[in-house]
């Protein structure tokens, strides 16, 4: 397959050079984007090759990208999904105290669950799948750690379902197996990229309806063609977005972790998916002027 813009190897990213960094500087129209996440990789998901990378190896906590593998853990095992489950004290989020609108004793669906897990990061949702699993949390968290040894993930740890333990930890390479694995679920890429879902909740004296939203804005956007998506924060991982995303007709996956300003990560993307549209440009019209004008047929 010919390749129609240049790549570096995964192995090569490690030295956190750009794509294009090996061609000559006038054989550039634009530099690589100036990032503001600390820690960056884009990749070719067609060739398996980074076009991008910055502090690719670091370990660092994860915060809710951890869902995208409770979501597998919970599909793997199979369990039914329209099973209801019941938000109960143990869910509760004793680590950073965040708050949540499924109140004790709410009931909802193993798949509602999982649907406001990945769509809006729930954090009760994604206890209550572990609790829910066969043996308990305890044994989820094992089949977290061992599903991310089948997948490579060698630099990546698992100790709880939502990602609010710092000890969830991660490297952007071992995040992109994670994505390229989410993405082989079809209903990890239909509730990452849901924008919206609407659930009924028993009060007190009645139900009620709650809406909840997308924690990604850009799954809204028209100018974005998103296949996966999931985002993250805690203070100790900063905000982080992973996503595959066609740009250009060409898929890629894009990791983003520990942006520390509200919307730069979403800046972040923005800023790729402008510069590959404009590398694949200059590609294009340069390989077109290798070609030479279309001679005609006689």
């Not at 990378?53 to 919970?74: E, F, H, R």
């Not at 490297?171 to 390229?180: G, I, N, P, R, S």
């Not at 800046?267 to 549209?277: G, M, P, T, Y």
Request: charged letters at 25%.
């Amino acid at each position: 397959m010919r390749r129609s813009m240049m790549a570096l190897g995964l192995a090569a990213v490690l030295l956190a050079s750009p794509a294009w960094a090996g061609k000559a500087s006038e054989d550039r129209t634009s530099a690589p984007p100036k990032l503001r996440s600390s820690a960056v990789l884009v990749v070719d998901q067609e060739q398996g090759e980074a076009i991008y990378g910055k502090n690719v190896g670091a370990v660092q906590p994860i915060a809710s990208i951890t869902k995208l593998m409770t979501a597998m853990v919970v599909l793997d095992a199979k369990l039914p999904l329209d099973e209801p489950l019941e938000i109960v004290h143990d869910d509760l989020d004793f680590v950073k105290g965040t708050h949540s609108r499924l109140q004790l004793g709410t009931v909802l669906t193993r798949g509602e669950m999982l649907k406001l897990a990945l769509m809006a990061s729930e954090n009760r949702a994604a206890a209550a799948l572990g609790r829910n699993y066969p043996g308990g949390i305890g044994a989820f968290v094992e089949a977290m750690n061992r599903k991310a040894a089948e997948l490579g993930m060698n630099d990546s740890r698992f100790v709880d379902s939502t990602g609010l333990n710092p000890q969830n930890v991660s490297t952007a390479m071992d995040l992109v197996k994670l994505v390229e694995a989410g993405y082989n679920y079809p209903v990890i890429r239909d509730f990452t990229t849901s924008e919206s879902h609407i659930v009924e909740v028993e009060g007190r004296s009645r139900s009620r309806l709650v809406s909840f939203s997308n924690s990604n804005r850009l799954v809204r956007s028209s100018s974005w063609d998103i296949g996966l998506s999931k985002t993250g924060y805690i203070s100790e991982a900063g905000r982080c977005l992973v996503m595959q995303a066609k740009i250009s007709a060409r898929p890629v996956i894009i990791v983003l972790l520990d942006s520390w300003g509200k919307l730069s990560r979403i800046a972040d993307a923005n800023r790729i998916k402008s510069w590959v549209e404009a590398e694949l440009k200059r590609t294009e019209a340069r390989s077109r002027s290798l070609r030479g004008p279309a001679t005609a047929s006689m």
